[in-house]
């Protein structure tokens, strides 16, 4: 009977707790990447008026880079992170902070309480970077990716005053390319997407402009194909071309009321006639 009260009063004990937010919350992000994804999940612990790098966190020691459970991050495709190619799937994120160079670490293992069961044989890539001083304080820790583009990005760790980059790449041009060659054997051609990825990568923008001369063939008023000629025709040093087709843009665009499109080929035009 006794220790049926005693459970009872536990039970009790426990339904009657307060709910309360967690010291470190809890923050997954997700980013595109190149034809994939890259999601990472932490924990973000703050300063609270402590000496952080070299202080709770001491120089040398592997840490969770965070709070509670080790940092995830998962790749949806192949990438290279600081040059190293690491394979699609789940990795652990482990750092060893140190005064004027850290060591970041990919580890296969990756659900785990902070580091006390880290092993460095589960280690998929380690490599080094060099941290950099922060003007302005972050109280709470944040990873953030930034410059993103179709092939790099950089992925930040920041707190207190310390920033430690890390670089990302990947490469799909084979794949978006034979992509392309593919659909464009099919009645619906992607022509504006092909152009665009040709223009933007530096491919074969012959090409890229047959394409266009297509494109225009099905749509005749329409002011993009216009655009995009421009801009090729610009990048390939044909100013004088360039500049008719901005100017035959902007006309189509004032014809259907485009202000957008009035715009962006009056930019080409002025970049053209600024270069003459």
């Known amino acids: 009977m006794v220790a049926i009260l005693c459970v009872c009063a536990l039970n009790s004990y426990a339904q009657q707790q307060p709910r309360i937010p967690e010291a470190s919350s809890t923050q997954t992000i997700i980013q595109d990447f190149g034809l994939g994804k890259i999601s990472l999940t ?8 402590r000496k952080i790098f070299g202080g709770i966190q001491p120089y040398g020691e592997v840490w969770r880079t965070g709070a509670n459970a080790a ?3 998962t790749f949806s495709e192949e990438v290279l992170v600081a040059g190293n190619k690491v394979a699609a799937g789940t990795y652990s994120l482990f750092t060893i902070p140190g005064a004027t ?16 069961t880290y092993k460095q044989e589960d280690d998929v890539v380690r490599f080094k970077v060099a941290p950099i001083k922060l003007q302005e304080k972050r109280e709470t820790f944040t990873i953030a990716f930034a410059n993103v583009t179709t092939k790099t990005a950089e992925l930040y760790l920041l707190w207190d005053y310390t920033a430690v980059a890390i670089k990302l790449a990947t490469n799909d041009d084979a794949q978006i390319t034979a992509n392309i060659d593919e659909l464009m054997k099919g009645p619906k051609k992607p022509y504006f997407n092909a152009i665009q990825y040709y223009y933007e990568n530096d491919k074969d923008l012959n090409k ?13 008023k329409g002011p993009w194909f216009k655009l995009w000629k421009a801009r090729i025709l610009l990048k390939q040093g044909n100013k004088k071309g360039a500049i008719a087709a901005a100017n035959e843009g902007i006309k189509l665009a004032k014809a259907s009321n485009d202000d957008e499109y009035v715009r962006l080929n009056q930019n080409v035009l002025d970049q053209a006639t600024e270069e003459k």
């Not at 160079?101 to 006390?116: D, F, H, M, P, S």
């Open 208 to 220: 890229a402009l047959v394409w266009v001369a297509e494109a225009e063939k099905a749509e005749p």
């Open 101 to 116: 160079e850290w060591t970041v670490i990919l580890n296969k293992t990756a659900k785990q309480w902070g580091a006390y």
């Open 71 to 73: 940092t995830t991050i």
């Open 42 to 49: 932490y924990s973000r612990p703050n300063v609270k008026g």
